[in-house]
């Protein structure tokens, strides 16, 4: 018996070929960025997996989004340990106080 649901790189890949006109019109410096963006999905292939999601949409862009979390986590640290930053991220509000 066959598959019911493509494998979850199966369906980023589909993706892939249906933005693939998208990254076409693309800046040249932007296509890098946009490919290296794709390429991230695939480290959290195993979680998307377990999902068994019918639209590969809503976890490639929580993976994504994964990503540049864990990219800006990192930059955070070293600006913390540099000393350009004083005060812990998770201690930045969110929106400004309303006056």
């Not at 993706?15 to 998208?22: G, H």
């Not at 994504?64 to 509000?93: C, H, N, T």
Request: one cysteine or more; hydrophobic letters at 35%; aromatic letters at 10%.
């Amino acid at each position: 018996m066959g598959r019911t649901v493509p494998t979850f790189v199966e369906q980023v890949r589909n993706l892939a070929e249906e933005w693939s006109k998208y990254r076409r019109c693309l800046r040249f410096e932007d296509r890098d960025h946009f490919d290296r963006m794709l390429r991230s999905v695939r480290y959290y292939t195993p979680s998307a997996m377990f999902q068994c999601s019918n639209d590969p949409r809503e976890p490639v862009v929580v993976s994504i989004l994964l990503d540049f979390q864990k990219r800006i986590a990192a930059l955070e640290g070293k600006l913390k340990i540099s000393g350009e930053v004083d005060v812990p991220p998770e201690q930045i509000p969110l929106r400004q106080p309303s006056e």
